[in-house]
């Protein structure tokens, strides 16, 4: 196994791995950012129950998960599966990833299974707000709930898998 201790930094090796790392460390502030950003400004949305402003903030949700959660989390594989990859790290082979990635994979069944559904049903909800809605639907108020209850708890997985990966590194 090749040790960031045992390569000069101009080699090749090292400056590939480097680069993974940013990579895999861009990937983590892109998710974990935009599933915290997203879940504060989303309740105060909800909060002012004003149409126009749920809606919004509905709408740009899912806007940031194609973006920034979804790029966050291909960042997080490449920049992983890389550096595993160029140091000869077997990635079922030590405790500290094997335990990350099932972490990682318990998240994001969450959200797969869980979250994006929630979010496209409460589309569908705001899509249909009547021009002089007053109060929003119980239904939505419900979801939201729903919605920011799983996800915190999709969320205590992924920052558990990086105290893993900052205590290992």
């Known amino acids: 196994m090749v040790t960031r201790a045992s390569l000069p930094l101009q080699s090749p090796i090292f400056v590939t791995y480097a680069?993974?790392?940013?990579?895999?460390?861009v990937g983590l502030v892109l998710l974990l950012g935009n599933v915290t950003v997203t879940s504060v400004?989303?309740?105060?949305?909800?909060?002012?129950?004003?149409?126009?402003?749920?809606?919004?903030?509905?709408?740009?949700?899912?806007?940031?998960?194609w973006f920034l959660t979804l790029g966050g989390v291909?960042?997080?594989?490449?920049?992983g599966y890389g550096m595993t990859?160029?140091?000869?790290i077997p990635v079922f082979g030590?405790?500290?990833?094997?335990?990350?990635?099932?972490?990682?994979?318990?998240?994001?069944?969450?959200w797969l299974g869980i979250?994006?559904?929630?979010?496209?049903e409460q589309q569908r909800i705001v899509r249909a707000f009547p021009a002089d809605l007053r109060e929003l639907p119980a239904e939505y108020r419900r979801l939201a709930r729903r919605w920011i209850v799983w996800g915190v708890i999709a969320t205590v997985p992924l920052v558990v898998a990086t105290y893993l990966m900052v205590r290992r590194g």
């Open 19 to 25: 680069i993974f790392k940013v990579l895999h460390i």
């Open 115 to 120: 979250l994006v559904p929630i979010q496209a």
């Open 74 to 79: 291909a960042l997080l594989a490449i920049g």
């Open 85 to 88: 990859t160029v140091a000869s």
């Open 41 to 65: 400004w989303k309740v105060f949305a909800d909060r002012t129950g004003k149409p126009a402003i749920v809606a919004f903030a509905t709408r740009m949700v899912i806007v940031t998960d």
């Open 94 to 110: 030590a405790p500290w990833l094997v335990w990350s990635q099932g972490l990682f994979a318990v998240a994001g069944s969450i």
